[in-house]
């Protein structure tokens, strides 16, 4: 994304860029980074003017697409599909061998082959008519022989990977349970977001905040939605930080989406004071 600034260097405005617009240029010996953009200016735009997100780069200096970088593994769940698609059309039977005794020239062959194919391939249902001489010898195997189904279940575990995502919010609950549900949101947040939050928080702070805004100025992404639908994890969540006085009773209540109420902006933090004084050596609370 481009950004617009004014005469003082403040930020007036972003401009999304696609990746095929924009070209990077970096020189090695002199350490020198910077873009162009045909859409923007024709001379050079210096990275403090440019938002640049790489979550997943070989050199540290141009962005790799996910899809690319995971073409490999989405290949195979392909192929994989269109074999299971194939598999099932015929009857989950795969193809066999016709035998003939003696000697047949390749136009022979070809012409058997091509009969029988337009003939006898209906879907694993029909009635094979075989001269005296020819024999067939289908080769059969189940769909769990061929191991369709657990290689459909492994491609969603490797594509799930890619993304840092658990196969369970991909539908796939085969190992899963009611019980681990929570893991399951805890493991989303901590290994799916908070590397895309870490980035943009990052990108944005250093490019959008100038260095006399720092102590104002900060941008913090917002996670805690993730949280309304667990009610013990949120629950505990803000008991904490009111026990802890970060928040007030009536912030808190504005997060909840509650209206606030009177004499609730105060911090409220939770102590035990205990005196001990000694009379006549003895001890007494």
Known sequence: AYIYRDKSGNVTGLRYLAPEDVTI??????????????LI?????????????????RDGIT?????????RTLGI??????????FFNNGCQLNGILTVQGQLSD???EQIRSSWNSTYTSGGRGVAILPGNMEYRPISLSSEDAQLLQSRAFNVSEIARFFGLMPELLGETGNSSYGSLEAVQNHYLLHTLLPWIILLESEFSEKLIRPSEGDSLKINLDESIL?????NSQANYYSKLLQSGILTPNECRKELGYPEKEGLDDNIIAFTDVNQNKVNGKGEE
């Not at 240029?25 to 045909?38: I, T, V």
């Not at 200016?41 to 780069?57: A, D, F, Q, S, Y």
């Not at 962005?63 to 073409?71: E, M, N, R, V």
């Not at 949280?227 to 009610?231: E, I, Q, S």
């Open 25 to 38: 240029e970096y020189d090695k010996r002199k350490n020198e980074l910077w873009y162009r953009c045909s």
């Open 41 to 57: 200016t024709n001379g050079r735009i210096e990275p403090v003017n440019m938002i640049h997100l790489k979550k997943w780069t």
């Open 63 to 71: 962005g790799q697409s996910l899809i690319s970088y995971a073409s």
């Open 77 to 86: 769940a392909s192929s994989t599909e269109n074999a299971a698609k194939e």
């Open 107 to 109: 136009q022979q062959r």
């Open 227 to 231: 949280f309304r639908t667990d009610k």
